[in-house]
């Protein structure tokens, strides 16, 4: 098999893995190629509108489990390949030399042993590292069931390592993935969450789980997330919304992955790690799930409508937070200017905050937008969606001229 | 301050805008317009070209304002806006009042503007760092070519010093019409014209390379969530002519 061929093979098999970021770790370039920037740096953008920022292969689609959801799994019957450690090393740093990419994110099924698939992962890194002198971003996949000792090498020479939780709860990944234990996944967290620091693991370590594969509601797989953000200290859990790749009776039959709700997740995920939210504001047992017309922020303040509007000029930085369409950045921009003069919704907008939402919610020096009694539910509820809808046509009419 | 009806003149580089404006500042004149060397002047036009003192202005600079400051500045004069000298004006006279709170003062027009196109540029910078694409020569050079909108040439070169240390390799901005050479120790920014290739061929393992990559690129989207939108909307296609991975779209598209 020649080397195009493996190459597509073994991204193919990778490309479900959602992760792809390069940010968190300050490798200075020393002697030999390659350092990585802090703020992460994207390359390219693929077909679905993914950043394109490593080289995201397997090592071999190979695998001795049989997980329902997966691609790669023993029972079907689909062209197998593997890599040399050395073919990997070399089309990473032909590519990272022509600034095709960041650096190597590299995964692998099993073959043999957990243990067997380690020490080829390792020898892969230690050739980058060691022969080609490779100082640019590498983000490895542990293995569930890797030794201790293996998990200790190879954590030492690359910038990310992680493991996949795969589903929110054990019942559903003993249901779809009956060879893998959760207790395999979270023993390599708390391992690398043990020996974090600036030789090993410096960008830290991420997980994922697959969206709408089994019957988990929005509230199980937030509650999951914040567990594992506390527990573990994870740098971020990704979601990735199921693509049928496989039949099985087990699977669900979608037609179309559920891109909105792995967006609403997403946006929830955030609130979590940065915003001061918790699971209970965002969810309950009466509503489990996330609205699909409505971004949770903006939800959230319409059933707390009591708390808002907010004065810009007086509230507090976590207030300002919990505000819609004002992030991080904004919100700090705000409590910086507001020392120094009275904002007005103009200086809002030049500060970045996303005014299209963030208007009903605020009055700035103490004037609402439009006459105050518009302040009710009913009518920013509606105008949220609306102005969300217009958003989606205009920008599918824009598309149609490119046609 | 007073204002003049009278075009300052600087010489292109921007150690002597930044002298320019100590001296304008200095001497409390406010100039309509500030355009460097290549300016053509109507018959309007009054046009003074003052005897400019270099010196240490850089130092001058930082201790009256900050790095910061600086930096932003610096920014602005990479930028292609037609309006940059007068906005560096503005926003200097200003930080010399309000120092680094400057940064917080959206209200002010001439600071908004000026944190805009300093934003802008480094931005465009960003981008480029990720989409600009090498190719090996025969002589085992690097050479890339880029358009960028603004001259973020030497932040670019900066970057790719660090990364790419051990290499030499050419970046052309062909919309400037300059080139950097890096040599393995520096890079020199040189015009277009001072400067002939040979040739630009590449070597026979550049191709096969040149075809993973594409092999690579068009693997890796997934069929069943493709989204032109949102790929437009982070790389839009004024980026597409340089990226190898692009130029079989662009031939579907044309």
Known sequence: MNIQEKLKILADSAKYDASCSSSGSIRKSKDGIGNTAYSGICHSFASDGRCISLLKILLTNCCIFDCKYCLNRKSNTIKRAIFTPEEIAKITINFYKRNYIEGLFLSSGIIKSPDYTMNLLIKTMELLRHKYHFGGYIHAKAIPGASAASLKKLGSLVDKLSANIELPTESGLKLLAPNKETSKVTKIMQYVKDNKNISYVPAGQSTQMIIGATKETDKDIISKSEYLYHKYQLKRVFYSAYIPVNKDKLLPSLMVPPLKRENRLYQADWLLRYYGFKTQDLLDNNNPNFNILIDPKSDFALRHLNEFPKEINTCSYKELLKIPGIGIKSAKRIVSSRKIFTLQFKDLKNMGVVLKRAKYFITCNHKYFINPEYFEKKFIESNLVLEDKEHINNTNKQLSLFE | ?254
Request: one cysteine or more.
């Open chain 2, 1 to 254: 301050m007073k204002q003049t009806e009278s075009i300052y003149i600087y010489e292109n580089t921007f150690t002597s805008l930044l002298s320019l404006i100590k001296l304008l500042i200095k001497n409390k004149i406010k100039p309509l317009d500030i355009k460097n060397l290549n300016y053509s002047p109507t018959l309007l036009d009054t046009i003074v070209n003052p005897k400019i003192e270099e010196k240490n202005i850089m130092n001058f600079w930082t201790s009256k304002t900050s790095k910061e400051i600086i930096k932003t500045t610096y920014y602005i004069f990479l930028s292609n806006n037609s309006e940059k000298e007068l906005i560096i004006y503005y926003f200097l006279l200003n930080s010399l009042k309000y120092q680094n709170k400057i940064f917080y003062l959206r209200n002010l027009n001439c600071v908004n503007k000026a944190l805009k196109i300093s934003h802008q540029v480094i931005n465009e910078t960003h981008k480029f760092k990720g989409f600009t694409r090498f190719k090996e020569l025969k002589n085992h050079i690097l050479y890339a070519e880029i358009a960028p909108e603004n001259d973020v040439l030497d932040i670019l070169s900066n970057h790719f010093k660090n990364r790419l240390k051990n290499e030499y390799w050419i970046i052309k901005d062909t919309n400037h019409k300059i080139l950097s050479l890096y040599d393995k120790h520096n890079f020199y920014i040189i015009d277009n014209n001072n400067f002939k290739m040979d040739s630009i061929e590449a070597t026979c393992e550049n191709e096969e390379i040149e075809k993973l990559w594409k092999n690579f690129y068009k693997t890796i989207g997934i069929a069943e969530r493709k989204n032109d939108r949102c790929r437009m909307n982070f790389m839009p296609k004024k980026y597409w002519k340089n990226m190898l991975e692009m130029s079989d779209e662009i031939e579907k598209n044309s």
